[in-house]
């Protein structure tokens, strides 16, 4: 059990909706990684939120947005949805000091998304 | 650019056999090496990491030996067991300012009783 949580554990959408998905760090963590992972693929890092900004980007296009709040829990939002956006989403969360990364990530379960 | 290479799976081995998974990687600079696993259901877990050339990762009996020269990161076990039924996933990270983790695609491990 790694304390990062992830909501909901299963969404169905339909193509051109929007979706919300929504995690929790570990607690004492300040920093939250998003990833993508396709069915029988790796997961694909999206992007990273440290002190509720964007700290880089993976390649995915600009209907994929993100938030991080005070309590340094984070949200994914992809607008738009198309078929290809089935895949298990992941969040992890890490305790960054200052400067380059490297830290220890601790992943949630994942929020599996189908777009239909 | 960076990325990771392992064995395509699924692996099927019976319990006690000896277990190796096969991984290279291609990166610019320095990378931190990784191998991630993901029993089912359940989020990824890191298993092990090395850091510098010649480094051995260890933790429940796994092994992997960061090798420059080559490029590899092979994962070893010498006894699996049943609950080692999982997907085995190598990774890298390159010190940078978002710190991402490149994932290879995974191997799928099934020990038989």
């Known amino acids: 059990e790694t304390g990062v949580t992830q909501s909901p554990t299963h969404l169905i959408k339909t193509r051109g909706q929007q979706v919300t998905l929504r995690c929790s760090s570990q607690s004492g963590h300040n920093t939250v990684s998003w990833y993508q992972q396709a069915l029988g693929q790796g997961p694909q890092f999206i992007f990273q939120y440290y002190r509720e900004e964007e700290n880089g980007r993976g390649n995915f296009p600009p209907r994929f947005s993100g938030l991080q709040f005070p309590n340094y829990s984070s949200e994914l939002n992809v607008n738009a949805l198309e078929l290809d956006d089935s895949a298990l989403y992941l969040c992890?969360?890490?305790?960054?000091?200052?400067?380059?990364?490297?830290?220890?990530?601790?992943f949630g379960s994942g929020t599996q998304l189908s777009v239909l | 650019g960076n990325s990771v290479t392992q064995m395509e799976g699924p692996v099927t081995l019976s319990e006690e056999a000896f277990l190796t998974i096969n991984c290279t990687y291609t990166?610019?600079?320095?990378?931190?090496l990784f191998w991630y696993v993901q029993y089912p259901g359940e989020g990824l877990q890191l298993l092990l990491k090395a850091t510098k050339a010649d480094d051995k990762g260890s933790n429940k009996g796994f092994e992997a030996t960061y090798r420059k020269e080559t490029t590899s990161f092979h994962l070893e076990k010498g006894s699996v067991q049943v609950s080692d039924s999982a997907v085995y996933f190598c990774a890298l990270s390159v010190m940078n300012r978002d710190d991402k983790i490149i994932f290879g695609k995974g191997t799928r491990l099934h020990i038989l009783p």
């Open positions: 990166a610019t600079g320095y990378p931190s």
């Open positions: 992890a969360s890490s305790s960054r000091t200052g400067g380059f990364g490297g830290e220890k990530l601790f």
